[in-house]
Antibody
Framework: QVQLQESGPGLVKPSQTLSLTCTVSGGSISSGGYYWTWIRQHPGKGLEYIGYIYYSGSTYYNPSLKSRVTISVDMAKNQFSLKLSSATAADTAVYYC?????????????????WGQGTTVTVSS | EIVLTQSPGTLSLSPGERATLSCRASQSVSSTYLAWYQQKPGQAPRLLIYGASRRATGIPDRFSGSGSGTDFTLTISRLEPEDFAVYYCQQYGSSPLFTFGPGTKVDIK
């Protein structure tokens, strides 16, 4: 059973880069077939999609964050990472990594079926 | 840019009652590209429904989804105590590629 675990600093200073890692266990990113995803949730608010990376290295970023976001993958460590530059207090949130099955041959989008527990990041001096 | 609107914002019901949650899109969404998630306090979201009407693995059959075009519905036929949570709809495919609705909170009356 695939499990995801986020890790990284819980406190980031304004203007610095927020960096998080998601470790995948019970399955291999390199086997393909899934989109490895980051989502965040501001305190008391709804879910905001950040972006994904496919095992091939192809990425998609939310246009609203695209200029500041980089998602990368380390297949040797079975991890994928998020970097969000020029952090501000508005980036304070719970950050989730998730596995997205994407769209299969039957034309259905299968959704985000595995999630990490989430990690809280506060941007403050 | 597509926007998802969920109503009501909060639904106050008693265990055993039927819950009907609405998700409306600002433009047409393929019904095969609409998902629903449940989130309980302090937990990550959980996939309930994909393809507008298909239950994800392990989801009880009291949860059902329907709809097409711009109007989608999540129905919980008989609320169990563990169903009181926030529910989000999510679309894939329109710009931006992934969008969540603001959520509907189902709380105990």
């Amino acid at each position: 059973q695939v499990q995801l675990q986020e890790s990284g600093p819980g406190l980031v200073k304004p203007s610095q880069t927020l960096s998080l890692t998601c470790t995948v266990s019970g399955g291999s990113i390199s086997s393909g077939g899934y989109y490895w995803t980051w989502i965040r949730q501001h305190p008391g608010k709804g879910l905001e999609y950040i972006g994904y990376i496919y095992y091939s290295g192809s990425t998609y970023y939310n246009p609203s964050l695209k200029s500041r976001v980089t998602i990368s993958v380390d297949m040797a460590k079975n991890q994928f990472s998020l970097k969000l530059s020029s952090a501000t207090a508005a980036d304070t949130a719970v950050y989730y990594c998730a596995r997205d099955r994407g769209t299969l041959m039957d034309g259905y989008y299968y959704g985000m079926d595995v999630w990490g527990q989430g990690t809280t990041v506060t941007v403050s001096s | 840019e597509i926007v998802l609107t969920q109503s009501p914002g909060t639904l106050s019901l008693s265990p055993g009652e039927r819950a009907t949650l609405s998700c409306r899109a600002s433009q047409s969404v393929s019904s095969t590209y609409l998902a629903w998630y449940q989130q309980k306090p302090g937990q990550a979201p959980r996939l309930l429904i994909y393809g507008a009407s298909r239950r994800a693995t392990g989801i009880p059959d009291r949860f059902s989804g329907s709809g097409s075009g711009t109007d989608f519905t999540l129905t919980i036929s008989r609320l169990e105590p563990e169903d009181f949570a926030v529910y989000y709809c999510q679309q894939y495919g329109s710009s931006p590629l992934f969008t969540f609705g603001p959520g509907t909170k189902v709380d105990i009356k």
